[in-house]
């Protein structure tokens, strides 16, 4: 005869009396019986409210499981709070060890040392030993005693089910909520999932949710060990006392099911899904008052079923977040606890609450998978843990010794799964552990499909991972992506090497990253840029790990070339310029040792050039390498070529403030545009030129072709006839040349309205450039321009911590330096100018007109040499100053002069009023004010009181004065 574990729901000893915790079988809350059990009926009657304390500041509820202090709650795990329990109601006498062991850990072995690490958390959170209070007292060699006197409070009403938390389960009590919900609309509910993420302790929650509100009867049937099909009727109904002669044993179980509210769980349902659909689906038909909730890797698939898929428990995004804040995210939480009962000194804290978030995540938050890290962390510090954990499953191997043996090692959950798969689905399983991250079905499909496993069966396949939870779908975006929990992943690498395919599919999974790759290319013209960076930038690990393999000794170093010629855009977007620097290094190095494809020679040398330039590499060998591909382009007499290498030259001379190369790009680019007789192409050209001449310094026609090329319908910056991607969103560009202009020709308070907007805009994009451009180029500098010191201070620590996120050093060493020497002399700090050593040109250009200090001769010279571009007329007037500061009244004057006429010329009003107001002033010191007057005057008439400037205060201030 075989035998069923079957559960009823009756409250346990212990911390089971407020709540459900596993027992030793691996279920939450439900008593161990073998068949043939006695029925009873569970009502509301056999729940007894728990009573309620208070003692001192605090009041306890073992009802609630909550501890609060002056009406606050107080933060206590489950097992401190059972701890408490204990004490409180034996208040005065002395607990022993073992007593504690067996109230808050029934029937699980757990070494006595244990208790140690969780008094400490209820000591800490009582604050016992202060010298207020104390509440606990070590009895040495006997147990713990409660010494403050406790008064019992009124017991309370039993809250509704939905409000109650449930003692013991961590991070689930919206599942089980919604669970509950289901369950009163769909009559066949089935939670389905990975093994290990805890389908059953959801499930037993939501059984004793329908016990105590006292809706149904409730029966746990844990299926499990049942081996044969033929037996699913029968193993259910010989718990509920109910004997099956009929042939057809679904319909017959069905027909004597009670007529009265039963919640019937089938627990363990994936290796009998057939049998147990016909079962679920016969009851449907026959059993009105019978609700079925089922537990399955995979979904049943019957007639009425309603799926809930659960997922690991819910973990925070690396980011700035406190060690409190990240305890009320379930998996960190359950992680510490488990923690705590196998260290009892582990607290979390600020030092290694990263750790923790990071091998919370690489476990995916599956709640098995974190007591079993928790439990293997012997010997080992969390770091090393960490380091030890990939592709490690052996690490993962110290469950709980009355746990199922599917459920004692991450292996034997994944064995028990694995089993359950066709050949098929185990052959593409393995090779599916390749990705690293996300995956496509074209990706699959090109990665895995072979003569004995086609394009169609992979599709197929697939599916059938996707149902039994091996492979993860999400399909909210626009194309259904799929991923590899890590712990499944390793499992299946694991079986990848036993299946000696792992050198094949290497390549082939380079080769689907090739197409991918190229697929991206396409997609550059056709999608706007955030859509583009959301479909191709999960890419990342996966390139990172075919690049690896064919550079490597058994790799493919022409593929790795190819595959290597087609990341710039994602690592621009993708802010990892430091990183694709080195990778394109080496690829050009191979490269340059065989014969070469000169497309892919440019290509790679166009894309190094822009990386080194605006990762702040050195300037000689980004020109050496834009020379060399402009000599490539020359040689292939292609216009598409050209384009391609004046691309790079452009990003180069708007990287280091150069203003030749920037010229010299923006003409050629014009040339091709008009040979290809586009009008769209023309107006890139002129969307082109208006970012040039804004940095060259020809305000007013940098105004006239952005005019004329801001209609350009596609969607960034891009050349449609050639397909040249020069990496800048072209709303950014847009944004950065509208509020430099509005600003610079005197309508300042739009052009710092639009620069504020575009810095919460980029601040909410995840990636290095537009954010750091937008702020260091356009909103710091205009925030000293008008004086704001104060708001100036405020913006450079956001780009500081954005520069410190993505890793950017170069950003670090200059424009945040720069500008940090800036915010000191403007606060009358030490005006040496050693910070300014080292600068490059393009920041020393903008720090040149944020004070006066960085004006040193290296500017000037740029000045003399007609480089200074848009700073020229503000650095000229700094130098007038100090002419005239130094007596040399003459030059000074013509200087300024000059700095005037040129600002006009330009069309940069703001540098015009400065250069006049200074003007006038000296005038009006050598009795000439009203000749002063009457050079300012013309620039304010119709000018905007609003905002407020200190330029236009002490002109108007002037104007006013006799």
């Not at 992943?489 to 990253?513: I, N, S, T, V």
């Not at 913006?795 to 911590?801: A, P």
Request: some cysteine.
């Amino acid at each position: 005869m075989t035998f069923f574990s079957v559960y009823m729901c009756e409250p346990s000893r212990g911390a089971l009396r407020a709540g459900i915790v596993k027992p030793p079988s691996n279920v939450a809350g439900i008593a161990p019986c073998a068949v043939p059990v006695r029925r009873r009926k569970v009502t509301l009657q056999d729940h007894q409210p728990a009573r309620s304390w208070s003692f001192g500041p605090f009041h306890m509820s073992a009802e609630t499981m909550q501890l609060t202090r002056e009406g606050c709650p107080v933060p206590l795990g489950s097992r401190a709070f059972s701890i408490l329990l204990a004490l409180v109601e034996r208040q005065g006498e002395v607990v022993t060890i073992d007593e504690l062991l067996t109230e808050v850990w029934p029937n699980v072995f757990v070494e006595p040392v244990t208790i140690r690490g969780h008094l400490h958390a209820l000591r800490k959170a009582l604050d016992d030993g202060s010298v207020k209070a104390r509440y606990i007292i070590n009895e040495m060699g006997r147990g713990y005693r409660f010494v403050v006197p406790v008064a019992a409070a009124p017991a309370t009403a039993l809250p509704a089910p939905a409000a109650r938390p449930m003692a013991g389960i961590i991070g689930r009590e919206t599942e089980i909520e919604a669970l509950c919900a289901d369950l009163l609309r769909q009559r066949l509910v089935s939670i389905v999932g990975p093994g290990g993420v805890g389908k059953t302790t959801v499930a037993l929650a939501v059984a004793a949710r329908f016990r105590d509100s006292g809706r149904s009867d409730v029966r746990f049937i844990d299926l499990s060990s049942l081996t044969d099909a033929a037996f699913v009727a029968s193993a259910i109904a010989s718990p509920l006392g109910l004997s099956l002669l009929a042939e057809d044993c679904s319909e017959a179980l069905a027909r004597a099911l009670p007529s009265r509210g039963l919640l019937l769980i089938l627990d363990n349902c994936e290796h009998l899904v057939r049998a147990v659909t016909e079962v679920a689906e016969a009851i449907r038909r026959r059993a009105p008052g019978v609700i079925v909730l089922c537990t399955s890797r995979e979904p049943l698939r019957a007639q009425g079923e309603w799926v809930f898929r659960l997922e690991g428990l819910p973990l925070p995004a690396e980011g700035e977040i406190s060690a409190e804040e990240a305890l009320h995210y379930g998996g960190i939480q359950l992680f510490s606890e488990w923690l705590g009962t196998s260290r009892q000194s582990f607290e979390l804290t600020a030092e290694n609450l990263l750790t923790v978030c990071r091998i919370c995540h690489r476990l995916d938050g599956l709640p098995l998978a974190l007591e079993l890290a928790a439990a293997s962390l012997h010997g080992f510090s969390l770091t090393e843990y960490l380091e030890q954990l990939d592709d490690n499953l052996a690490l993962l191997a110290k469950g709980r010794r009355t746990a199922p043996p599917r459920q004692q090692t991450m292996r034997a959950t994944l064995d028990w799964s694995h089993a359950l798969l066709s050949e098929q689905e185990r052959t593409l399983l393995r090779r599916l552990s390749l990705f690293r991250s996300v995956f496509g079905l074209n990706a699959v499909a090109c990665a895995c499909a072979c003569p004995q496993l086609t394009r169609a069966e992979v599709v197929e396949c697939l599916g059938g991972l996707v149902a039994k939870s091996l492979v993860q779908a999400d399909v909210s975006g626009e194309r259904t992506v799929f991923r590899l929990l890590d712990t499944t992943k390793a499992y299946a690498r694991e079986k990848l090497f036993l299946a000696g395919e792992a050198a094949q599919f290497r390549r082939r999974h380079a080769e689907a990253m090739q197409a991918m790759l190229e697929e991206a290319a396409t997609d550059w013209r056709l999608l706007p840029v955030e859509a583009w960076r959301a479909r191709y930038l999960p890419l990342i690990d996966d390139i990172r790990a075919a690049l690896d393999w064919a550079f490597g000794p058994e790799g493919d170093a022409d593929l790795g070339i190819a595959l290597t010629s087609r990341t710039g855009t994602l690592a621009f977007l993708g802010s990892l310029l430091a990183e694709f620097r080195a990778r394109h290094e080496k690829a050009l190095a191979v490269l340059e040792q065989r014969a070469a494809d000169p497309v892919i020679e440019l290509r790679l040398r166009a894309q190094l050039c822009r990386l080194t330039a605006f990762s702040g590499g050195p300037n000689e060998r980004a020109r050496l390498l834009v020379d060399g591909a402009a000599e490539i382009a020359g040689r292939t007499g292609s216009d598409a070529r050209m384009a391609e290498a004046m691309g790079a030259l452009w990003g180069l001379g708007f990287a280091t403030a150069d203003v030749e190369a920037m010229h010299r790009a923006c003409e050629t680019t014009c040339l091709i545009a008009a040979r290809s007789g586009d009008e769209t192409a023309g107006r890139f050209a002129d969307r082109l030129g208006a970012i040039t001449h804004t940095f060259t310094g020809d305000l007013r026609k940098a105004r006239a072709l952005f005019e004329y090329g801001r209609d350009i319908p596609d969607g960034r910056i891009v050349l449609p006839s050639y397909h040249v991607p020069l990496f800048l969103d072209r709303e950014l560009t847009s944004a950065i040349v509208q509020a430099r202009l509005l600003f610079l020709q005197g309508e300042i308070g739009r052009g710092m309205a639009l620069a504020e907007e575009w810095v919460e805009t980029t601040g909410r994009l995840d990636h290095q450039m537009p954010f750091l451009v937008m702020l260091g180029l356009v909103a710091i500098p205009m925030q000293f321009w008008i004086g704001d010191v104060d708001r100036a201070a405020v913006l450079l620590q956001r780009l500081t911590q954005h520069i410190e996120r993505h890793s950017a050093a170069y950003y670090r060493h200059q424009w945040v330096r720069g500008y940090e020497h800036a915010l000191r002399l403007h606060r009358g700090a030490d005006a040496s100018m050693s910070a300014a050593d080292g600068l490059d040109k393009q920041i020393h250009d903008h720090l040149c007109t944020v004070h006066p200090a960085f004006v040193t001769p290296a500017a000037l010279a740029r000045v003399q040499t007609g480089t200074a571009g848009w700073a020229t007329a503000e650095i000229m007037r700094i130098d007038a100053l100090y002419r005239l500061r130094a007596g040399e009244s003459e030059a000074g004057m013509a200087t300024l002069i000059a700095a005037r006429m040129l600002a006009r010329r330009q069309g940069a009003w703001f540098w015009e009023l400065r250069a006049t107001l200074d003007l006038a002033t000296h005038l009006a010191g050598t009795g000439r004010r009203a000749e002063g007057k009457a050079l300012l005057a013309p620039l304010l008439d119709g000018h905007d009181a609003e905002p407020a400037t200190r330029d236009l205060d002490d002109a108007r201030a002037f104007l006013d004065g006799q």
